[in-house]
Every structure is written in structure tokens, then in C-alpha cells.
């Protein structure tokens, strides 16, 4: 039976715990566990409440398609591994979990340069498509796709 799953993004201020900054405000993260997938949660997505769609777990819309192309192309596992799983850089399984979408974009596109991470804002497929690769990021973080290879919604 298919099963289409989508759940809305968002994310908790807990962006000090992610990654690792320390200070005045730092609090740990609250534990969060993704809700069960069912078919009461059925085809959100973009214009529908959330920002992805997602069939079986490897088929998407589009638009998270396209950002699951992006997180190809500019080898983003090389630091957060092929799952999103984390490596030299922190899961991002988790980290969507507690960063909202604001706070995902100004990372990628500013960087954190003390740790490792590039900024993507000179680069024109990023800047056309961060809507998209948070989309994907949000669904493998939200449980609802899978990793690896991806296909569009037949």
C-alpha cells in the first residue's frame, strides 16, 4: 500500500545546543521524536501546509527532488555524511529538528567558517534552490523520507 507522508517544518530556538556554541542562553535541546507517519498525515506540501511531499519514502515532489539534487551536487555528505547522519559536521537529522527554516538558510548561506562549514551564498544553485534542500532535509529529519537514492512522484 502507498503512503503518502508530509509533515510541517519548524524548528525550537535551540540553534547554541546544534552547534555546539556555548554562552548566555545555551540550553540543551528538548528531546523530540517525529510523529508516526499515518495516512491522517497524508500529502503535505508545498501550498498544502508543509514543505515537502513524499511517497513511500523515496518518491517527492519536485521542488524536493530538486533540493535533494542540490545536496548532491555541492557533496554536502562529504562533511554530513550519505544519511544526513553527521561526520566531521553535525547530523542534520537532528539539527532540523530544532532549527527553523530561518535559521537553516542563514547557516547556509553565511557559513560557520571557524568549524568548517563554507558559505553557499556565491553559489547560484544554492541560492535558486535552499528552499528546496531544506524541504529534503526536513523530510529525512522528520523520519519521512529515506536516505539515499531518490525519485519523483509517479
Known sequence: MKQAIGLMGGGAL???AVFGWQGAGAEEPAATAAAPATAATAMA???????Y?????????????KGWKVWRSMACERCHGPAQEGMVGPSLVQ??????????????MNGRIEKGMPNFNGSASMLENIDNLYAYLK????????PGKLKGIE
Not at 506540501?45 to 514543505?51: A, E, F, R
Not at 539539527?95 to 547556509?108: A, H, I, N
Not at 523530510?139 to 529515506?146: E, F, Q
Open 139 to 146: 523530510g529525512r529529519s522528520d523520519g519521512a523520507i529515506k
Open 14 to 16: 535551540v540553534v547554541a
Open 45 to 51: 506540501g508545498p501550498g498544502v501546509g508543509g514543505p
Open 95 to 108: 539539527s532540523l529538528k530544532v532549527l527553523s527554516k530561518d535559521e537553516f538558510k542563514t547557516v547556509v
Open 53 to 65: 511531499k513524499v511517497v513511500d519514502g523515496d518518491q517527492v515532489d519536485a521542488n524536493t527532488l
